[in-house]
């Protein structure tokens, strides 16, 4: 009995979970090329459905506000446009609580076109959040990005 009750309860939480994660990730869907960013680290093994839930319940609670992360992008798209090797675009919050850079590290050819190298790196809730990004394009193209 106790044995139904435990499998039985597995395929609940999971079918709960599955249905969580599909809109989670619907909702998520709206162009932006960064989606979520999230300051949080040292998630925990997720050899269980607990520590799955752990890790994504602590990714949301530093994931940057839209507000934020739309003043990144247009730093990011600010950065491939203007400026050059070294320089750097700087954004803050309204509250001056979450703040971000964008740094071009390097400009190369590619066939008709030139890619850039960026560094960025987001604080939010005192955490920092940093990586690079490569974005290329053909002439007056749209700035495609390279797979992370």
Not at 71 to 97: M, P, R
Not at 114 to 136: E, I, P, R, S
Request: aromatic share 14%.
């Amino acid at each position: 009995m106790l044995r139904d009750f435990c499998v039985a309860s597995r395929m609940g939480l999971g079918s709960l979970l599955t249905t969580f994660m599909f809109i989670s990730g619907c909702a998520g869907a709206g162009g932006d090329y960064y989606g979520d960013i999230s300051t949080a680290s040292h998630y925990e093994d997720t050899a269980s459905i607990f520590g799955l839930l752990w890790n994504i319940g602590k990714y949301h609670a530093y994931s940057v506000p839209k507000a934020d992360r739309a003043k990144h992008e247009q730093c990011v798209y600010f950065s491939l446009d203007t400026l050059f090797i070294g320089e750097k675009c700087d954004w803050y919050s309204e509250n001056g609580a979450t703040y971000g850079s964008v740094q071009v590290v390097a400009h190369r050819q590619q066939g008709a076109g030139t890619c850039t190298t960026l560094y960025n790196g987001v604080f939010h809730k005192g955490k920092w959040a940093t990586w690079q990004d490569t974005a290329c394009r053909d002439g007056d193209s749209q700035w495609t990005f390279v797979e992370r």
